[in-house]
């Protein structure tokens, strides 16, 4: 059964740096196609990060150069590295997959992926 744990969410300072993780179960990261979505209160679901078989990762334009999306296939996990933080990054934070993909070619589209875990709060103030 597909389950996904984000964790390491939090408050920080602006120009802070936090790192999320999602550990999976059910399915392997190497085979799927992976992404971080995020929700702030009153805007839409943002795709900010993708991921798949490919190894090749994808970014929204407004986390370019700032987030770093990455899987570790040994111990099946997600992760997101977030530097720069702006008071902007403030979201729920949801670790998502479609794991019968080995790749997606709309990754920005958050309709694309069938797994989400719970989410994490990101705040910077």
């Known amino acids: 059964h597909v389950q996904l744990v984000e964790s390491g969410g939090g408050s920080v300072q602006a120009g802070g740096s936090l790192n999320l993780s999602c550990t999976i179960s059910?399915?392997?990261?190497?085979?799927?196609?992976m992404a971080w979505i995020r929700q702030a209160p009153g805007k839409e679901r943002e795709v900010i990060a993708g991921i798949d078989t490919t190894g090749v990762p994808n970014y929204a334009d407004n986390v370019k150069g700032r987030f770093t999306i990455s899987t570790d296939n040994f111990k099946n996990f997600l992760y997101l590295r977030m530097n720069s933080l702006t008071p902007e990054d403030t979201a729920m934070y949801y670790c998502?997959?479609?794991?019968?993909?080995?790749?997606?070619?709309?990754?920005?589209?958050?309709?694309?992926?069938?797994?989400w875990g719970q989410g994490t709060q990101v705040t910077v103030s």
């Open positions: 998502a997959a479609d794991s019968s993909k080995l790749r997606i070619f709309a990754w920005w589209n958050h309709r694309e992926y069938k797994s």
């Open positions: 059910g399915f392997s990261v190497s085979r799927a196609s």
